[in-house]
């Protein structure tokens, strides 16, 4: 069973920056995708960042140019780099991976406030 593991949530004030890190289990080359979603109280999860192991990124509208998802093939762990945080942006992040069988995994979520 894949285990993901989200790091790296927390409270911060508008314009700070995070950077939240998912450790898989297994490695990452076993996934075709792998993302970063969020879900805000009363809002359905929705995609943040992701890219294939072809390297194709994609992002939300919303996060564009602040958001930045990376990732470390030998430590089999994505990044998500969080820069000019926003009120609206908080939420639980979650991580979740793809695998080639189009089975999808989830980690747990780390939660990110932005408040002053």
């Known amino acids: 069973q894949v285990q993901l593991v989200e790091s790296g949530g927390g409270l911060v004030q508008p314009g700070g920056s995070l950077r939240l890190s998912c450790a898989a289990s297994a490695t990452i080359f076993n996934f075709n995708a792998m993302n970063w979603y969020r879900q805000a109280p009363g809002n359905q999860r929705e995609l943040v960042a992701g890219?294939?192991?072809?390297?194709?990124?994609n992002y939300a509208d919303s996060v564009k140019g602040r958001f930045t998802i990376s990732r470390d093939n030998a430590k089999n762990t994505v990044y998500l780099q969080m820069n000019g945080l926003k009120p609206e942006d908080t939420a639980v992040y979650y991580c979740n991976a793809r695998g080639w069988d189009n089975i999808s995994y989830w980690g747990k979520g780390t939660l990110v406030t932005v408040s002053s």
């Open positions: 890219f294939t192991t072809g390297g194709i990124r």
